[in-house]
């Protein structure tokens, strides 16, 4: 055993070699700020004083409570974020006020035939981080978001949707019915029946952004928040301006102001406004304004199960079509939107299945709300169309004109349907 001398000595050796590590490496920002600056060094402490370079340098040293500053000038990176925030001491990535700041990156354009969301983007959340906030920034190339292992549940869930099997899908806890507490044991559902670990990305917000090239792109992510921001000039191939799918629950998408996407070649799924897909449940969508998208953009859409989601006091002008639930939307809300120079409808329940004789639990509207809405002003358009319905209600809304699939009024009342308190369907 080494005498007590040695281990000592031993001791002071690693006091003064952590020391002198410790010394090396660059100070942490006081107190919980980090300060970068197109004049910083990324070698510095980060303070206001001396601030670092690069803002993926800021989001390396964050941690749960940071506010990383980020001062005027453009910062061209892409910016991969690991770490996280807690649901009580966020990250934030802010502007420091003295100035534009303009987050870009340099990224190759994606086909205009693409049918999959574009990876391209400036921020990146790949791994389960969770509570990062980016407020009043430029960004250019937007983000893209995907919780650990949301390859497997999206091929999961769309090999059963090829099969036509909606029974497995709705197993998933919270999809079969309305019940959000459920709905939060998704992710460990989806990880046994995968066999796959899953690590859902968690309470990442876009606050009073400016966006443009792409915009926000999220699977298997929870409780997102996407305020006040404004989506413009998005490039085609690349995807809608907010786009959550793949079970991704419980957002928060309110006072956007969404223009200008450019359309992709056969995909409207790739130009729409606000999409919510493949599972995407519990989301509220508020006080939104879409307008101005070319060719068969729709503003507002659900899609292949997105279930039980809120979409009231929106606006969407000059657009295909305004509002639409498509493939086996269960339960969701759609209450006192406007819409005005609609192309094709005003609003629209899974037309696809007008050729159905009786409604199909895989893939027709489910217990939609539809109440207060308004259609004017249409540029060539219908105010309703329904393909397929069953256990929906239509209160009070106003359509010039409505347009029912060809088996739809034979089997309206029977299935559930009601129009104004009736069991009647329009006329």
């Known amino acids: 055993m080494p005498s007590t001398t040695t281990r000592l000595a031993a001791a002071g050796i690693a006091a003064l070699t952590g020391a002198a590590a410790f010394a090396a490496a660059p100070a942490q920002a006081a107190g919980t700020e980090i300060h970068v600056?197109?004049?910083?060094?990324?070698?510095?402490?980060g303070t206001a004083a001396a601030p670092l370079r690069t803002v993926q340098a800021a989001i390396d040293r964050a941690t749960p409570g940071t506010t990383i500053k980020v001062h005027a000038g453009t910062y061209s990176e892409v910016l991969n974020i690991k770490n996280s925030g807690t649901a009580s001491a966020r990250i934030v990535v802010t502007n420091a006020g003295d100035g534009a700041v303009t987050l870009t990156s340099a990224q190759a354009p994606d086909s205009c035939s693409n049918r999959r969301p574009s990876s391209r983007r400036t921020i990146k959340i790949m791994t389960g981080a969770d509570y990062w906030t980016f407020q009043g920034l430029n960004i250019v190339h937007g983000a893209y978001l995907s919780g650990k292992g949301s390859g497997k549940a999206y091929s999961w869930h769309a090999g059963l949707v090829k099969k036509g099997l909606w029974e497995p899908r709705r197993q998933v806890p919270g999809t079969g019915s309305r019940n959000p507490t459920?709905?939060?044991?998704?992710?460990?559902?989806?990880?046994?029946?995968?066999?796959?670990?899953?690590?859902?990305?968690?309470?990442?917000?876009?606050?009073?952004?400016?966006?443009?090239?792409?915009?926000?792109?999220?699977?298997?992510?929870?409780?997102?928040?996407?305020?006040?921001?404004?989506?413009?000039?998005?490039?085609?191939?690349?995807?809608?301006?907010?786009?959550?799918?793949?079970?991704?629950?419980?957002?928060?998408?309110?006072?956007?102001?969404?223009?200008?996407?450019?359309?992709?070649?056969?995909?409207?799924?790739?130009?729409?406004?606000?999409?919510?897909?493949?599972?995407?449940?519990?989301?509220?969508?508020?006080?939104?304004?879409?307008?101005?998208?070319?060719?068969?953009?729709?503003?507002?859409?659900?899609?292949?199960?997105?279930?039980?989601?809120?979409?009231?006091?929106?606006?969407?002008a000059n657009v295909a079509i305004g509002y639409n639930d498509q493939m086996s939307g269960w339960g969701n809300t759609w209450t006192n939107n406007t819409v005005t120079r609609y192309r094709t409808?005003?609003?629209?329940?899974?037309?696809?299945?007008?050729?159905?004789?009786?409604?199909?639990?895989?893939?027709?509207?489910?217990?939609?709300?539809?109440?207060?809405?308004?259609?004017?002003?249409?540029?060539?358009?219908?105010?309703?169309?329904?393909?397929?319905?069953?256990?929906?209600?239509?209160?009070?809304?106003?359509?010039p004109n409505v347009f029912l699939g060809k088996y739809l009024k034979t089997y309206w009342g029977k299935y559930g349907n009601t129009w104004n308190g009736s069991t009647r369907p329009p006329v």
């Open 37 to 45: 600056s197109t004049k910083g060094s990324d070698s510095a402490a």
């Open 182 to 316: 459920a709905a939060r044991g998704a992710a460990a559902y989806l990880a046994k029946v995968t066999g796959t670990a899953m690590d859902p990305v968690e309470g990442i917000s876009f606050i009073g952004n400016t966006m443009t090239g792409r915009g926000i792109y999220a699977s298997l992510s929870n409780s997102g928040v996407v305020k006040d921001n404004v989506i413009k000039d998005i490039i085609c191939g690349t995807g809608p301006g907010v786009w959550a799918m793949n079970h991704s629950n419980f957002w928060q998408v309110s006072g956007n102001d969404i223009s200008r996407i450019k359309p992709a070649v056969g995909a409207h799924f790739m130009h729409e406004g606000i999409r919510f897909g493949s599972a995407a449940n519990y989301n509220t969508i508020t006080n939104n304004y879409v307008h101005d998208l070319e060719g068969d953009g729709r503003a507002f859409n659900t899609d292949v199960d997105g279930s039980w989601n809120t979409f009231s006091n929106n606006r969407a």
């Open 345 to 399: 409808y005003a609003f629209a329940f899974r037309m696809k299945d007008g050729s159905l004789r009786l409604p199909s639990k895989h893939s027709s509207t489910n217990g939609a709300i539809v109440s207060g809405n308004v259609a004017s002003s249409p540029a060539g358009g219908r105010g309703l169309g329904i393909g397929g319905s069953m256990n929906s209600k239509f209160t009070g809304n106003t359509f």
